[in-house]
């Protein structure tokens, strides 16, 4: 199942606006990370924020943790069309050995000229 | 330093025949997973190699399997294909086993 789970599932905004998503998850983390994926193509690491860390910036990108709430949101400011993609959360459990990144469903942003 | 190289990129296959898609990760990387991507479904977890051994495992039936290789290339193989199994098949890999995955452009499966 799904650990991650990306809210809206899509999102329609006009170019220079302000994108918001965000990513719920269930158990407690040692990290969670955003991608970015092209239609069909592969996907682009953009962040990772650790548990200890509340804040991360990366050019026009924004991340945000909130471990009490088990939720992040990504920022997109001044959005472009080349921003049109969809958007993956990915955590990595801290229990026991489990290491691998468990992902949500994502959210389609469409920017619009 | 050469990215996460998929092979093929696109394959067409006939229901009940099988398939082995390659995976070669960056240089140093030691850790690959393999991920099954469908529109209804989103990224589902497959597997993931270590040195060789796998590691985690994901909720795919026993005609899903993989290796990695001691120069860490992997490969998945599926056999008996279902119609079912169309997807895009993604490979990553990561230095760590938590850290950032570098995805390949995946390969294209379609079954007929």
């Known amino acids: 199942s799904q650990q991650g789970e990306e809210d809206p599932q899509a999102l329609s905004i006009q170019e220079g606006e302000n994108a918001t998503m965000n990513c719920s998850y269930k158990t407690s983390i040692n990290n969670l990370q955003w991608y970015r994926q092209n239609s069909g193509r592969g996907l682009v690491h953009l962040i990772l924020?650790?548990?200890n860390e509340r804040e991360k910036h990366s050019g026009r990108l924004r991340v945000t943790l909130d471990t009490s709430k088990k939720s992040s949101s990504l920022l997109i400011t001044a959005s472009r069309a080349a921003d049109t993609a969809s958007y993956f959360c990915?955590?990595?459990?801290?229990?026991?050995?489990?290491?691998?990144?468990?992902w949500g469903l994502g959210t389609s942003l469409a920017v619009n000229p | 330093k050469a990215g996460v190289t998929q092979t093929p990129r696109y394959l067409i296959k006939t229901r009940g025949q099988q398939v082995t898609l390659s995976c070669s990760p960056i240089?140093?990387?030691?850790?690959v997973s393999w991920y099954q991507q469908t529109p209804g479904q989103g990224l589902q977890f497959l597997f993931e190699y270590f040195s060789e051994t796998q590691r985690n495992k994901g909720n795919f039936p026993g005609r899903f399997s993989g290796r990695q290789f001691s120069n860490s290339r992997s490969e998945m193989n599926v056999s008996t294909l279902e119609l079912g199994d169309s997807a895009l098949y993604l490979c990553a890999s990561s230095l760590h086993r938590d850290g950032e995955a570098f995805f390949g452009q995946g390969t294209r499966l379609t079954v007929v």
């Open positions: 924020i650790r548990s």
């Open positions: 990915a955590t990595v459990s801290n229990a026991g050995n489990n290491r691998k990144l468990i």
């Open positions: 240089s140093g990387h030691r850790s």
